[in-house]
T-cell receptor
C-alpha cells in the first residue's frame, strides 16, 4: 500500500486556520486521500476525502496538489475541540474501504 | 439515529482467558470492520465482514476470530489472551465496501489483560 508521511505534531492558535500537510508521493491513480481524526478516548471520526479535486465540507477543506503527491487538510477556524490526532490515509480499490493508519499528526489547539 | 454501538465499554481479563466483544452497526449498514489500537499507536485492521461473509483479514493470529449475524451485528472473539492483547478494540460500519465509502467508528471496548 502507498504510504503517507505526516509531521508527528503541531500547535495552532484557537480561531486561526490549521493547515495539516500530508505527503503521499507514491500514490496510485485509483487511491483516495482520506482524513480521519481521533479525539482522546474516542473512535476515529471521518473528516473528508478526495481523489483529484479539492473538496470542502462543513468540517474542513482538502487541497490535493495537481500531481497528487501531497495534500493539505485545512481547518478554517480551529477551536479547542479540534485538539486530536489527525490521520491521512490512502485507500485503494482492491482493499475496499479498509484503512491503514499511520502515526498521524497530534494537533494541539491553544487558546 | 444511533451510531455504532459497542459493548462492553471496558473489560478486564486475565491471561489465558477468552473474550467476546460485540458491535451493532448503524442501521442499514451491511459491513462491519474491527480494529485494534494499542496505546500510542494508530488503529490496526483485524477483520472486515460484509453481508455475513469475511471480506478481509489483517495480520493477526488465529486466536482472533469474528462473525457477522443476519442482523449485521458482529462479534470479535479472542482466545488464550496475552498481555499484549491489551488495547482499545474499535468497530466500524459502512453501507458498502467501496473505496469511496467512509467508515463510522464506535467508541471502542477497552480491554485490559492482567
Amino acid at each position: 500500500d502507498a504510504k503517507t508521511t505526516q509531521p508527528p505534531s503541531m500547535d495552532c492558535a484557537e480561531g486561526r486556520a490549521a493547515n495539516l500537510p500530508c505527503n503521499h508521493s507514491t500514490i496510485s491513480g485509483n487511491e483516495y486521500v482520506y482524513w480521519y481524526r481521533q479525539i482522546h478516548s474516542q473512535g476515529p471520526q471521518y473528516i473528508i476525502h478526495g481523489l483529484k479535486n479539492n473538496e470542502t465540507n462543513e468540517m474542513a477543506s482538502l487541497i490535493i496538489t495537481e500531481d497528487r503527491k501531497s495534500s493539505t487538510l485545512i481547518l478554517p477556524h480551529a477551536t479547542l475541540r479540534d485538539t486530536a490526532v489527525y490521520y491521512c490515509i490512502l485507500t485503494r480499490r482492491a482493499a475496499g474501504n479498509k484503512l491503514t493508519f499511520g502515526g498521524g499528526t497530534r494537533v494541539l489547539v491553544k487558546p | 439515529d444511533a451510531g455504532v454501538t459497542q459493548s462492553p465499554t471496558h473489560l478486564i481479563k486475565t491471561r489465558g482467558q477468552h473474550v467476546t466483544l460485540r458491535c451493532s452497526p448503524i442501521s442499514g449498514h451491511k459491513s462491519v470492520s474491527w480494529y485494534q489500537q494499542v496505546l500510542g499507536q494508530g488503529p490496526q485492521f483485524i477483520f472486515q465482514y460484509y453481508e455475513k461473509e469475511e471480506r478481509g483479514r489483517g495480520n493477526f493470529p488465529d486466536r482472533f476470530s469474528a462473525r457477522q449475524f443476519p442482523n449485521y451485528s458482529s462479534e470479535l472473539n479472542v482466545n488464550a489472551l496475552l498481555l499484549g492483547d491489551s488495547a482499545l478494540y474499535l468497530c466500524a460500519s459502512s453501507s458498502r465496501l467501496s473505496t469511496n465509502e467512509k467508515l463510522f467508528f464506535g467508541s471502542g471496548t477497552q480491554l485490559s489483560v492482567l
